[in-house]
């Protein structure tokens, strides 16, 4: 899709990251309809159009910039579904996973960046792809703090 062809089908507002429809796309949608649906299982808008489903943050970009993005676009505050165009940018890989805000689903003890190990609770960050002890603490919360500090310091794409 281009910009202009973009453009010509829908509508964005930056302040809200809506889209909505210039053209009746299908029988049961209409001008004026918002464009797109929430997708439970990744959490992103997406619009279907021809036959192509597109993530609307990729959309937004190429809206507001005239251009794909040349990586991935990253939600700022981590909420996948937010698409105003002020928390919007784009990062490389890296970036994106320094962004994550929380733990996997397979981490057991709830918090990023921290296993109980030996009695304690271990903080370890990676960065570079290497693995930094932070410490053993008391509780999970005192090693997802010294967690937190480090991604704080270490990840310039965090924006916890």
């Given amino acids: 899709m281009t910009v202009d062809e973009l453009r010509k089908i829908l509508s964005y507002c930056p302040d809200t ?3 909505t429809w210039k053209i009746r796309p299908s029988k049961s949608v209409r001008e004026g309809d918002v464009a797109g649906c929430r997708e439970k299982r990744i959490g992103y808008c997406t619009i279907g159009y021809k036959g192509t489903i597109y993530k609307s943050h990729r959309l937004a970009w190429l809206y507001m910039t005239g251009e794909w993005p040349k990586g991935l676009i990253d ?3 981590g909420v996948k579904d ?9 990062v490389d890989e890296t970036g994106n996973s320094q962004n994550i805000r929380k733990p996997n689903r397979r981490n057991k003890s709830g918090f990023m ?20 002890w932070l410490g053993d603490f008391k509780t999970p919360e005192e ?12 990840h310039s794409a965090c924006t916890l």
Wanted: positive net charge; proline residues 0%.
């Fill in 17 to 19: 990251g809506v889209f």
């Fill in 75 to 77: 939600h700022v505050n």
């Fill in 82 to 90: 937010d698409n105003r165009f002020a928390n919007l940018r784009v």
């Fill in 113 to 132: 960046g921290v296993i109980f190990f030996q009695n304690k609770w271990r903080a370890n960050i990676t960065h570079k792809g290497k693995t930094h």
């Fill in 143 to 154: 090693a997802h703090e010294a967690y937190l500090t480090a991604k704080r310091k270490l």
